[in-house]
């Protein structure tokens, strides 16, 4: 089960992600939660995965194409405080490089 809670700070929407990120529920509940934000006219969003536990090909796949989608509506993605589980997800799939990845939540607001 993954559970999203949204903040705002200035004009980035950072959502504190927890749980899994997986085939199904997780995926879906990410997908609309970010396509309402895009609905709602946001374009600064942050994913803070510091809780997500686990994260499977098709969570990572949905992962990779909501950052297209955000990018499609001339918006950024940026990824938060990764465990080194995920990042090395995203290091075998040559995925790493194609995100904006921080460790400190102010840096990353910064960096929009």
């Known amino acids: 089960m993954l559970e999203i809670k949204e903040r705002k700070i200035n004009d ?16 879906r509940l990410l ?15 942050i ?6 536990s686990y994260l499977d090909s098709s969570g990572t796949g949905e992962v ?7 990018k499609k509506r001339n918006g950024e993605l940026k990824l ?3 465990s080194q ?5 995203f290091q075998i799939a040559q995925l790493l490089s194609i995100f904006d990845y921080y460790t400190d939540e ?4 910064e960096a929009f």
Do not use: P
Request: glycine letters at 8%.
């Open 47 to 52: 994913l803070n995965m510091a809780r997500v």
């Open 31 to 45: 997908r609309e939660k970010i396509t309402d934000l895009l609905d709602r006219g946001e374009r600064n969003i």
């Open 12 to 27: 980035v929407i950072i959502l504190d992600l927890k749980g899994k990120i997986t085939i199904g529920e997780g995926d």
């Open 106 to 109: 102010k840096e990353a607001i």
């Open 85 to 89: 589980k995920i990042k090395d997800i």
């Open 64 to 70: 990779v194409s909501l950052l297209m989608k955000v």
């Open 80 to 82: 938060l405080s990764l």
